[in-house]
């Protein structure tokens, strides 16, 4: 049976295949691939060092040789294992890093098994340029509508909200793996690599419905050391916001629960302290500290965004003059008031879509 071969990396072309099998390293899987992928390696990171150590200090004979006994290995396991309950009408698409030996020795097989096989011609690289292509190079056809509004006015609770109505929405610092401040980072959780936000994001993008609004948090160009691809960029840049107003007292109490794994850790808290743009002074510091050892972590919240994070939002609102759609009053530590904005925010998207 012949193989067949592809080049089309469109959503459409995707969703046509029971699987996507990325056959390349669990390594590279890790730095990126298709959305929707599963690893199925051909060879491990430790095989495929080895193969090319030898490839290069010995010869390309005896590495292919040993490169194939890993490969047969290999292959069988998943042909036992993942593979085991796949019915005589499974699709495939397979591929490598370059739709090169890999990926055609794993699909020669599967193909032999009676399956309908594709092999991704280009393989990862192919995926790469259209990322690329379609994130740095093109222009996007969506139309979003921000949630601004100073830190801790509840705008990533009020995605979830909205998104339980029905309106479309892009969680930027989901997909990120971060919160978008100096205090951000998920405990446990690394940020992915670059391309496999990027991988991620253009997932998403392509799934939302271009006829219909998304709404989106108003971030800066970075979510903590991911940057947003110029494309989408410049359509949020130039998007209307609801700014979203809250007393200080009331997001420094959200924050607190919000952030409840950086407030158990102290070490983390000193680590970000040190991060800060604008260094404390030995008062200040010696201040936060002991609002610490007294467990009052809303004022050091309040401390924080006083000196930090609401003159960093009030001038990134000066230099991104975005059209002001509405403003709303918001109690983010009361759900009863968040429900609210997210109803009335609904309403607004909706009058938008009409």
Known sequence: MSLEVTQDVSAAALAGYDMLIDVRSPGEFAEDHLPGAVNLPVLSDAERAQVGTIYVQQSRFTARRLG????ARNVAHHLETALADKPGGF????????????SNAMATILSQVGWRT?????????WRRDVVARLYDGALGLNFVLLDGHT??????????LQARGVQTLDLEGLAAHRGSLFGALAGRPQPSQKLFESRLLG????????????????????????VPPAL?????EAPRIELEAERAD????????????VADRAALETAFARLPVRPSA???ASWRAMIDAGDFAGLAEAIMKLHYDPAYDRSRRKHARPLLASLAVAPPDPASLAGAAEEIARLVARLDG
Do not use: F, N, Q
């Open 91 to 102: 699709r495939p698409l397979v591929y490598c890093w370059r739709g090169g030996m890999r």
């Open 118 to 126: 594709t092999v991704l011609g280009g393989g990862y690289r192919t």
């Open 68 to 71: 194939a006994a890993h490969v």
């Open 251 to 262: 997001r420094a109490r959200y924050l607190v629960g919000a952030y409840g794994e950086l």
């Open 283 to 285: 008062e200040r510091l």
């Open 204 to 227: 998403v993008l392509d799934a939302l419905d271009p006829a219909r609004p998304v709404v989106a948090e108003a971030e800066s160009s970075k979510i903590g050391d991911r940057m």
């Open 152 to 161: 801790g006015s509840g705008k990533t609770e009020l995605l979830g909200l």
């Open 233 to 237: 960029w410049s359509r949020l840049a």
